[in-house]
Nanobody, 121 residues
Framework: QVQLQESGPGLVKPSQTLSLTCTVS??????????WTWIRQSPGKGLEWMGV???????YYSPSLQSRTSISRDTSKNQFTLQLSSVTPEDTAVYYC?????????????WGQGTQVTVSS
C-alpha cells in the first residue's frame, strides 16, 4: 500500500520561502511511469495544481507559479520537496502531495492527508 505524508512548518512569514516534504512509502518515486505532484487548496477555493516531478526527475510547473516554485527529490529517502518563494497570505492553503499513475494521462490515485500552511506575520 502506497502512502504519502506531507511535513513542514505550519506557519510561514510573508516574503519567506515555504518548504514542504512528501515522504513516500510502499513504492519508489523512481518507478516508471509515476509522476509526483503538489496540489493546494486555499480557503473557499478549488484545488490548484502547482507542479510535478516525474520518475525520471523532470519537473513541470503551473505557469502562474513557475517563477516562485521548485520541486526536487531525494531518492535515498524516497522524498520529494516543494519550495515556494516570496510567499504572501494568498499562499495560505492546505497542501497535498499526490501520485499520478501512468504519466500525464494517469489518475491521481494516492494522496497525502494534506498539511495546513498559514502565511502570516
Amino acid at each position: 500500500q502506497v502512502q504519502l505524508q506531507e511535513s513542514g512548518p505550519g506557519l510561514v512569514k510573508p516574503s519567506q520561502t515555504l518548504s514542504l516534504t512528501c515522504t513516500v512509502s510502499g513504492g519508489s518515486i523512481t518507478t516508471k511511469y509515476y509522476y509526483w505532484t503538489w496540489i493546494r487548496q486555499s480557503p473557499g477555493k478549488g484545488l490548484e495544481w502547482m507542479g510535478v516531478i516525474t520518475y525520471s526527475d523532470s519537473t513541470y510547473y503551473s505557469p502562474s507559479l513557475q517563477s516562485r516554485t521548485s520541486i526536487s527529490r531525494d531518492t535515498s529517502k524516497n522524498q520529494f520537496t516543494l519550495q515556494l518563494s516570496s510567499v504572501t497570505p494568498e499562499d495560505t492553503a492546505v497542501y497535498y502531495c499526490t501520485r499520478v499513475n501512468e504519466g500525464w494521462s494517469g489518475t491521481y490515485d494516492y494522496w497525502g492527508q494534506g498539511t495546513q500552511v498559514t502565511v502570516s506575520s
